[in-house]
């Protein structure tokens, strides 16, 4: 994104306000997991859902009992998994005709192991899907079922797909997480202000790239706190909302993302501390899609989250 900073005066401060435990425990979780997985994509963009990975490890806790189940619901902040499942409930319905958000589950285990009744009962009743169990010294038939299913549950939207590299030889389960959302902004950016524009990649190097431009009127704040200007552009259903979070200095976004995990910052609550604010817009044409390895990130999540967070 390009923008001049230095022009927007509305300024706020990021109060550190008492959160309940739920909200708490949830923020932490995002932050966490925003952090982590910037250190493992350090040279690639990248969308992830934290909302939508919450469901999937919903789903783990209640396949595990006593102590895991515990540290499961700890690292989410969850004090029990109906709320987990009244969370993907409020989520998995949230599509309407101006904008679409789904999340898919699937779990998939090895044929040596028996999916217990229960458990495919809660998954389907309360989750929308079936564990699965497949042959995983076939790794070929394996990514096939997975890749088809995407294909199946996104209408070929999503273009990723997982692939035998991804396997490990020893693996014998696979939990997969899809998050899709997509919506067309409230004010169409004019399509004669669209052109060339800058976009820094460090503080010397950058690329010119399609930039849509105009002039709005949008919610504007300034945070001292985290050296950010940060700005909220309306989908066309004005619920749905694209917060920007655009650094002061140019190689200042991995500070940012370290300051908004040391400060455990709810991202929310910089929304209510907005003004309405006339600016010059430059927004980079774009379209992400990842496809992610969350086994690394999410045991560094959960180390934090036992440890109570660093």
Not at 185 to 208: C, Y
Request: hydrophobic share 40%.
């Amino acid at each position: 994104m390009a923008s001049d900073a230095k022009k927007m005066s509305v300024t706020a401060s990021y109060s550190k306000r008492a959160l309940s435990s739920s909200v708490a425990g949830s923020t932490l979780f995002q932050s966490e997991l925003i952090y982590y997985t910037a250190k493992t994509q350090q040279t690639k963009n990248f969308v992830i859902s934290p909302i939508s990975l919450r469901s999937l490890l919903t789903i783990l806790s209640i396949a595990v009992i006593r102590d895991p189940h515990a540290e499961i619901l700890t690292v989410l902040g969850m004090k029990s998994t109906h709320q987990g499942i009244q969370e993907y409930k409020g989520c998995r319905n949230a599509s309407r005709d101006d904008f679409t958000f789904s999340l898919h589950n699937s779990i998939y285990l090895d044929v040596r192991f028996e999916i217990d009744l229960t458990f495919k009962t809660i998954c389907l009743e309360q989750f929308q899907t079936r564990p699965i169990n497949l042959t995983f010294e076939n790794r070929e038939d394996v990514v096939r079922n997975v890749n088809e299913w995407i294909a199946e549950q996104t209408e070929q939207q999503i273009k990723s797909r997982i692939t035998i590299d991804s396997l490990d030889a020893m693996q014998h389960n696979l939990f997969v997480n899809i998050a899709h959302f997509e919506s067309k902004w409230r004010k169409t950016f004019p399509k004669k202000f669209l052109a060339k524009g800058d976009f820094w990649l460090t503080r010397t190097e950058k690329i010119s790239i399609d930039m849509m431009h105009d002039f709005c009127e949008l919610q504007v704040g300034d945070f001292d706190d985290l050296k950010v200007t940060a700005m909220l552009i309306p989908y066309r259903n004005m619920d749905v909302k694209l917060l920007i979070l655009l650094p002061r200095e140019i190689d200042g976004l991995v500070k940012l993302e370290q300051e908004l995990k040391d400060q455990r910052v709810d991202l929310t609550s910089l929304m209510t501390m907005m003004k309405a604010k006339i600016v010059k817009l430059g927004l980079p044409r774009l379209k992400l899609e990842t496809n992610l390895l969350m086994n690394e990130v999410l045991m560094e999540v959960s180390e934090v989250e036992m440890r109570g967070g660093d």
